[in-house]
């Protein structure tokens, strides 16, 4: 099975500051990787798919970047609404595995 | 595009559960679901998928013989069944379905708990 590693796995920043979080596979899942964010209670909304192809109505601050087994989220311009955990998963083979999970922090 | 999930609730370890995922505001046969478990406090679990157009599944191997996928297309609702519940299996469970191009879209998730 493909395993997937989130770093960090905490995260504290202020507004406005720009943050990556890196997903790296256990082995090249191509470009099948997408990233969701998780509020507290709620299920997770998908930001980014195909490693870097913004879902619509997503705001530009978020970007995704990589490709074989490195992948970055980056949330540029921090906004109190990003308070939540951030989610990779890759849809290469099943299992369709995700990250453990980063959990994001406004100070 | 709506989908209701139903069938939360306190469950006594052994017994099974079966959750329901409704959907509406699109073809329910054109796209798989996806179930999706989250236990308190912790990570998403990929469970497995079925697809309602040919009824065709794919477990998570160490779930396999004790969950089982199911649909009603003329309901267009998909079910999720988990037998021999452990407390382990305490989650919250969530069905979605998804399509290449960022289509995709979750139930509001429902909580078991497994407790005597």
């Known amino acids: 099975d493909i395993q997937l590693t989130q770093s960090p796995s905490f995260l504290s920043a202020s507004a406005g500051d720009r943050i990556t979080i890196s997903c790296r596979a256990s082995?090249?899942?191509?470009?099948?990787l997408s990233w969701y964010r998780q509020k507290s209670g709620k299920a997770p909304e998908l930001l980014i798919y195909a490693a870097a192809t913004l879902k619509s109505g997503v705001p530009s601050r978020f970007s995704g970047r990589g490709s074989g087994t490195d992948f970055t989220l980056t949330i540029s311009g921090l906004q109190p609404e990003d308070v939540a955990t951030y989610y990779c998963q890759q849809s290469y083979d099943i299992p369709y595995a995700f990250g453990q999970g980063t959990n994001l922090e406004i100070k | 595009v709506q989908i209701v999930q139903s069938g939360a609730g306190v469950n006594k370890p052994g017994a099974p559960v079966k959750i329901s995922c409704k959907t509406s505001g699109y073809t329910f046969t054109s796209y798989s679901i996806h179930w999706v478990r989250q236990a308190p406090g912790q990570g998403l679990e990929w469970m497995g998928w079925?697809?309602?157009?040919?009824?065709?599944?794919k477990y998570l191997q160490r779930l396999q013989g004790r969950v089982a996928f199911s649909t009603d297309t003329s309901a267009s609702t998909a079910y999720m069944q988990l037998s021999s519940l452990r407390p382990e299996d305490t989650a919250t469970y969530f069905c979605m379905t998804s399509a290449p191009g960022g289509w995709d879209y979750w139930g509001q998730g429902a909580l078991v708990t497994v407790s005597s």
């Open positions: 082995q090249s899942i191509s470009i099948y």
């Open positions: 079925i697809n309602p157009g040919n009824g065709n599944t």
